[in-house]
């Protein structure tokens, strides 16, 4: 089974950016990917996907349209999440995964924290 590493977070202060990326171990390009992420007390939540292949097709949460953009690198097995705006209510563990009900094991996720 592919497994996924994800980095790139960190503490940013409200306005600034980051960019994720999630590594899988072997290819990923016929699959829809997705972000999630999961903050302290409450249920992990879907963020945005992408669709396989060339990843023509993508989508996102109300919460971070028009500021996170998800996009893919095939040959590189990655998936990445560019966040700019973040907000406080952004924090959160931030996950990649295939799609319900295609769901893999999970990763170790990368830990995003807004805050001045």
């Known amino acids: 089974q592919v497994q996924l590493v994800e980095s790139g977070g960190g503490l940013v202060q409200p306005g600034g950016s980051l960019r994720l990326s999630c590594a899988a171990s072997g290819s990923i390009s016929m699959y829809t990917m997705g972000w999630y992420r999961q903050a302290p007390g409450k249920e992990r939540e879907w963020v945005a996907r992408?669709?396989?292949?060339?990843?023509?097709?993508?989508d996102y949460a109300d919460s971070v349209k028009g500021r996170f953009t998800i996009s893919r690198d095939n040959a590189k097995n990655t998936v990445y999440l560019q966040m700019n705006s973040l907000k406080p209510e952004d924090t959160a563990v931030y996950y990649c995964?295939?799609?319900?009900?295609?769901?893999?094991?999970w990763g170790q996720g990368t830990q995003v924290t807004v805050s001045s």
């Open positions: 995964n295939r799609q319900p009900p295609y769901i893999i094991t």
């Open positions: 992408i669709s396989s292949g060339s990843g023509r097709s993508t």
